[in-house]
């Protein structure tokens, strides 16, 4: 019974998370086919924004935030990356273009420079063509003998050869379209940016590092403070001072110890990381005595609280230890890249500084600091954590940029403006497309759910009874029995029906629905919502009072249930909106309460606050999961063996675990104590409660007419037995059933049927959250499954659902009534009443036979089986043949056994659209009989594709990104961020984009040695630079004294040219190193004597003394960089 609510079991542990993360990349790729290596491309990017928050933006802003989350913004994109291997094949194509079959040459096209920035195609004649190579040629080789010939004449030389050609260009059949398809395919190609899923945690966890960074170092906790203004306001009369004190202070210790649990487990992460990281690198000798480690200590420190070794040696940052970082984890084409290593190891305090727990929390987390952690437990929606305002407020906000920024904006051709700043950072608001959020039953953005279920349940009821008046008002023709008139006259009854609730869903739902807009608070629309649901609410008085006063086919009774219906739902529609009225003109500070914003704030809102606090709790537990692995791989570790290897073995074996989990119980439990929002993230949508509050109504209006109808029926048939009893005629008595054949069978069938059609309501919601949790936890595959494709095909379908639920329940109840009250009807009706006994004393002798022979095969089976093999083979043939010998005789019974299941399997299953009732095998000629559950599942899909926990931190980084630009995630700080991530989660690796192939171990090796070079020549470019500044120093008083000892001016010079020769000799071993360096001496000299008459006039001549010693520091470092140490600087 548990299954059927949906009851499994669930993979839990770290090798659970890695699949939910495949998971999220299979439901964010918006490509035809599923990229299995779970890459996000920046075209999946630009769909999710403008699905989600109505967001449209331009290809270069998808791909920068593609590249800048991930941290990719220095690597070459797509088509640059290939335009140096095709750059070869396109010449030769395009010179076998130019060449036709008979040897003769075909027009070339030109892209011709016009006026400001237009580009115009031109004709270029083969003769033409090779003139001006011809003449260009002469032209370099008149540039390289005579250097005297200006840009002016070159430009000229260029406009005469495009003015002889111009006439051809207006003869050329070929227009823009053939540039315009080789940009369009471009775009494509860079569209094809993409991320893995270990740059997909490297933003995911950002969050969840600085609030590691603000408890552990800064010892604050970074959330938001709670409201108690209006719980004072409310209760301040009517309680004493003293209670009401007591219970803000219960309140707000509750408050804060929910907070408390928020933060990540251990709160010395970032610290073991490191530990790990640098332990690894110690294990596999990448660490480096005279550069990294600093000092030793025997043993290492044991960390009493995790159990994890705490490393004793003092370890350094260097480019070395850095590269060595990145080698580690797979990226040797980032540790080649010297302006990467530079930066990250600026991150990390800077050459030489301790790698400590703060300074790789400062690595880790600099690059970030944007992001407003105290958002993370606030009910407000991610777009308003970013931005601090809603999405229909974006052009409001963009009109309030000043007149300087709107032309700054419009001279670059920037399509953003700028938006609020952070710590005066520079950034940009999106454009927004109006959505018709309050319609958006794929997204669920608008206000309230319970306004959409009211208001669909009125719609509805409104739709039924709409169709009845016109249904009474328009007259049948009478065809004849002729089958095309009849065939015309359905066709154009369904196309009115269709046409009926169309209109009526466009004039109903969406005015009122304006009333429920969760990004725009105003007034207006609120009251025309009202104001038309009254209007609507009388005109439906109006039509039944005009309906129930003349004499029509219908029921008086009936339309004045579904006219009170009707008015219940409306008034339900009227009270919601009522309330977002009110919140619409709550002031600020009380709509902040704590309290008060449950009624005031939106479904919308706070349901994505739970979102939040679940994407928060569901990285907490990735985070003990994968460190639980690290420990156990600790304290199982043996002597000399490899502590990653161990907790890539303890993955393996120990990664997974499963627990029961899903159920009705489960699930109703989850929902009481909100735990299925705020740890699981699931997320019920608002198209399944509306299905479920119509099968709700649906199921009393049966049990309604069912019972009304059982009575009415028994009066009629006990009447027509009075009246055939009168006649005397007995053949029509004996026909007639009695009242209690009517009314015992029925009434039994109506409560198995209503039992029934109450278990297909309840099963709804605890099988959405298991199905949910299936694919999350992979228990029903995503990424790698070729059938996963089918769910992405139509989207669009996912409004079948609603009509299927309801049906479906109409559909599963009437078979049931059927099957059950009609054979308990033949069962109490006469005629047929010896029939009925005989079928069924032969159905229970055969079932007891059946059970009999089950009983002996069990005794047979025991004593003669073990397994699959005999224990007694020739016991066991005997058996054998008996029992085959016996079952051809009641194979029967098997067939009409497994018909009855089918049928009632059937009739549940009917009901059903949650589930697979045929399997995928059962197909003809490759056509499924039911992919009715298709739909559904579909719908679970789109909802998480854009409601999942992580799906939701995701959209923010995304805004983050694109609000701050370059100010929000840079490389370096991606790559630290790379390197926590592949430390913690070393299985995870093998997602990461392999591309360095050809990357070899000597490339690395000559690296190491430039950098070490680097280092030796900083180190005595310091020593020279410090060595001129004590130098100047000294002579500092005698320079002061010019007039007085004009000798040490000479030998402050002598000195400063000694100090060159001494300190740099080592690092001028070439010519040109030389020559500059005579230079160097120049410099300095000049700089001297051009300051020496400052030095004697200046009245603060120590001011003017410094200024020499800066300036020459600067011209030290600018002929450093000249002869070979620019990668120090």
Same mark, same amino acid.
């Given at each position: ?160 050869? $495009? ?77 004493? *001072? ?81 590269? *060595? ?136 009821? *409104? ?126 500070? $009380? ?286 043939? $005997? ?5 085959e010998c016996w079952h051809l005789g009641l194979a029967g019974g098997v067939l009409l056994g497994r018909l009855t299941q089918f049928l009632l399997a059937m009739a549940f299953w009917i009901g059903r659209i949650d589930s697979v009732l045929l399997s995928d095998e059962v197909d003809m000629l490759g056509y499924r009989f039911d992919t009715v559950p298709h739909k559904f599942v579909t719908e679970i899909l789109v909802h998480d594709a854009h409601r999942h926990p992580y799906i939701e931190r995701m959209g923010a980084m995304y805004l983050m990104r694109y609000k701050y630009g370059e100010n929000f995630s840079s490389d370096a700080g991606a790559a630290w961020r790379r390197i926590f991530i592949s430390t913690l989660f070393p299985w995870v690796l093998k997602y990461k984009e392999h ?135």
């Amino acid at each position: 019974m548990s299954s059927l609510f949906g009851a499994f079991v669930r993979p839990v542990g770290a090798a659970a998370d890695v699949k939910e993360l495949e998971y999220i990349a299979a439901i964010h790729q918006t490509g035809k086919l599923i990229d299995e290596g779970a890459f996000i491309t920046a075209q999946d990017v630009s769909v999710f924004l403008r699905s989600k928050f109505g967001i449209k933006i331009q290809k270069e802003d998808a791909i920068d935030i593609v590249r800048g989350l991930s941290g990719s913004t220095r690597l070459p994109l797509p088509e640059e990356a290939n335009n140096s291997e095709g750059k070869q094949e396109k010449n030769e194509e395009e010179n076998e273009d130019n060449t036709s079959e008979a040897g003769e040459e075909k027009p070339n096209i030109k892209a011709g420079l016009g006026s400001g920035d237009d580009i115009e195609l031109a004709y270029v004649d083969p003769a033409i063509e090779k003139n001006n190579n011809l003449e260009i040629d002469e032209k370099s080789d008149d540039d390289e003998s005579d250097n005297d010939k200006s840009d002016d004449d070159e430009e000229q030389h260029y406009a005469e050869i $495009l003015q002889d050609v111009a006439d051809v260009r207006r003869h050329w059949k070929f227009k823009r379209d053939i540039p315009k398809k080789k940009k369009e395919k471009i775009q494509d190609t860079q569209l094809l940016v993409k991320y893995d899923i270990v740059q997909l945690m490297t933003f995911l966890y950002i969050p969840t590092l600085l609030r590691l960074k603000h408890t552990r170092l800064n010892n604050s906790v970074p959330f938001a403070s709670a409201s108690f203004y209006g719980v004072q306001l409310c209760i301040d009369y009517l309680l004493p *001072s003293k209670w009401v004190s007591l219970f803000v202070q219960w309140k707000e210790n509750k408050y804060k110890k929910m907070k408390q649990e928020l933060l990540p487990k251990p709160q010395t992460l970032i610290r073991d990381v490191l530990t790990i990281l640098l332990r690894s690198l110690r294990d596999d000798g990448k660490l480096r005595n005279e550069v990294d480690v600093v000092s030793i200590t025997d043993d290492d420190d044991v960390n009493a609280e995790t159990c994890i070794p705490q490393l004793s040696q003092k370890i350094t940052v260097s480019e070395h230890l850095v590269r *060595s970082m990145l080698v580690r984890i797979g990226e040797k084409r980032s540790a080649l890249d010297d302006e990467l290593v530079s930066s990250m190891v600026e991150a990390a305090g800077g050459e030489g500084a301790l790698l400590n727990e703060l300074s790789f929390a400062r690595a880790l987390t600099a690059d970030v600091e944007a992001w407003p952690l105290e958002c993370e437990d606030n009910k407000t929606t991610s777009f308003y954590d970013v931005y601090g305002f809603t999405e229909n407020e974006c052009i409001k906000q963009r009109k309030k940029k000043t007149k300087e920024e709107r032309k700054v904006v419009r001279d670059t051709g920037d399509d953003l403006e700028g938006a609020q700043n952070h710590e005066n950072l520079p950034s940009r608001i999106p454009r927004y497309k109006n959505t018709l959020s309050y319609i958006d039953y794929a997204a669920d953005t608008f206000q309230s759910t319970m306004f959409v279920i009211f208001l669909f349940t009125f719609y509805t009821i *409104s739709a039924i009874f709409l169709v009845f008046v016109l249904n009474d008002r328009v007259k049948d023709s009478d065809c004849n029995g002729d089958f095309l008139c009849l065939l015309g006259k359905t066709i154009i009854d369904w196309l009115i029906f269709a046409a009926v609730l169309i209109a009526s869903g466009f004039i109903i739902i969406l005015p009122i629905s304006l009333g429920n807009n969760a990004h725009s608070l105003r007034i207006l629309p609120s009251l025309f919502s009202i104001a038309l649901l009254v209007v609507y609410i009388y005109l439906s008085d109006l039509a039944l009072d005009t309906m129930t006063g003349n004499s029509l086919n219908m029921e008086q009774n009936y339309m004045m249930l579904l006219w009170t219906a009707m008015t219940v739902a409306a008034c339900l529609t009227l009270f919601t909106l009522l309330k977002n009225l009110l919140a619409t003109l709550t002031p600020d500070k $009380l709509r902040k309460n704590m309290f008060l914003k449950q009624i005031m704030l939106s479904s919308n809102t706070l349901r994505t606050a739970k979102q939040k606090k679940a994407a928060t709790n569901k990285i907490n537990l990735m985070i003990e999961n994968a460190y639980q692995l690290h420990l156990n791989a600790e304290k199982s570790l043996l002597d000399g063996a490899n502590a990653e290897h161990q907790t890539i073995l303890n993955f393996v074996v120990n990664g997974e675990k499963q627990v029961r989990c899903g159920g009705l119980i489960w699930t109703w439990k989850g929902l009481l104590k909100k735990t299925i929002f705020s740890d699981e993230g699931v997320w019920f949508h608002a198209r399944l409660m509306i299905a479920q509050t119509m099968q709700v109504i649906v199921s009393v209006l049966i049990g309604i007419f069912w019972y009304e109808g059982t009575f009415a029926l028994a009066d009629k048939v006990e009447k027509d037995r009075l009246k055939a009893e009168e006649e005397g005629n007995k053949f029509a008595l004996g026909l007639i059933p009695t009242r209690g054949a009517i009314v015992y069978p029925f009434m039994i069938g109506g409560i198995i049927t209503l039992s029934f059609m109450l278990l297909l309501i309840l099963v709804y919601v605890p099988t959405t959250a298991a199905m949910v949790l299936k694919f999350r936890s992979g228990v029903l595959p995503s990424l790698h499954d070729p059938y996963f494709k089918r769910f992405r095909k139509c989207p669009d379908a996912i409004y079948f659902n609603s009509g299927n639920m309801i049906y479906g329940l109409v559909g599963s109840s009437s078979l049931f009534f059927f099957i059950f009250a009609g054979l308990l009807f033949l069962v109490a009706w006469e005629p047929t009443r010896p029939a009925m006994i005989a079928v069924i004393g032969w159905g229970l002798g055969l079932t007891i036979t059946v059970v009999l022979k089950m009983l002996i095969t069990g005794c047979f089976r025991s004593r003669n089986h073990k397994g699959l093999y005999r224990t007694r083979p020739g016991a066991a043939n $005997l058996s054998s043949l008996a029992l085959e010998c016996w079952h051809l005789g009641l194979a029967g019974g098997v067939l009409l056994g497994r018909l009855t299941q089918f049928l009632l399997a059937m009739a549940f299953w009917i009901g059903r659209i949650d589930s697979v009732l045929l399997s995928d095998e059962v197909d003809m000629l490759g056509y499924r009989f039911d992919t009715v559950p298709h739909k559904f599942v579909t719908e679970i899909l789109v909802h998480d594709a854009h409601r999942h926990p992580y799906i939701e931190r995701m959209g923010a980084m995304y805004l983050m990104r694109y609000k701050y630009g370059e100010n929000f995630s840079s490389d370096a700080g991606a790559a630290w961020r790379r390197i926590f991530i592949s430390t913690l989660f070393p299985w995870v690796l093998k997602y990461k984009e392999h591309v360095e192939e050809n990357i070899e171990d000597d490339q690395l090796l000559k690296k190491e040695e430039e950098s070490a070079k680097r280092r030796e020549a900083k180190a005595k470019l310091d020593v020279f630079r410090s060595s001129l500044f004590t130098k100047v120093e000294e002579h500092e008083e005698e320079l002061h004294k010019m007039e007085e000892g004009q000798e040490y001016v000479a030998v402050f010079k002598k000195e400063l040219l000694d100090l060159v020769d001494e300190h740099l000799k080592d690092v001028s071993e070439r010519e040109a190193e030389e020559a500059q360096l005579v230079v160097l001496k120049d410099k300095l000299i000049a700089k001297v004597d051009e300051h020496l008459e400052d030095i004697h006039k200046a009245e603060d001549k120590a001011a003017v003394t410094a200024k020499l010693k800066t300036e020459l520091m600067d011209k030290v470092d600018t002929h450093a960089r000249t002869i070979g140490l620019r990668a120090s600087f």
